[in-house]
């Protein structure tokens, strides 16, 4: 799991779901289905001031942009 400042965790499931997930109330915001179990951590990073959230699962490398 991974939870930002900005009040969203992160988490990937065995069912191969990488979710979005509101950190106050539990929520589903967002979800995307990596087509395998997701067991590795989930990273942040920032380019450009841009953040990013990516996940890691049967060698596949997924990245996505936040809204800004």
Do not use: C
Not at 18 to 46: C, I
């Amino acid at each position: 799991m991974l939870a930002t400042a900005g009040g969203v965790v992160f988490a990937g499931s065995a069912e191969g779901d990488f979710l979005a997930l509101d950190a106050r109330t539990g929520k589903q915001l967002w979800h995307f289905n990596a087509g395998a179990e997701v067991t590795s951590s989930p990273m942040s990073y920032a380019v450009n001031g841009r953040q990013y959230v990516a996940i890691s699962t049967a060698g596949v490398v997924y990245s996505f942009a936040l809204p800004q």
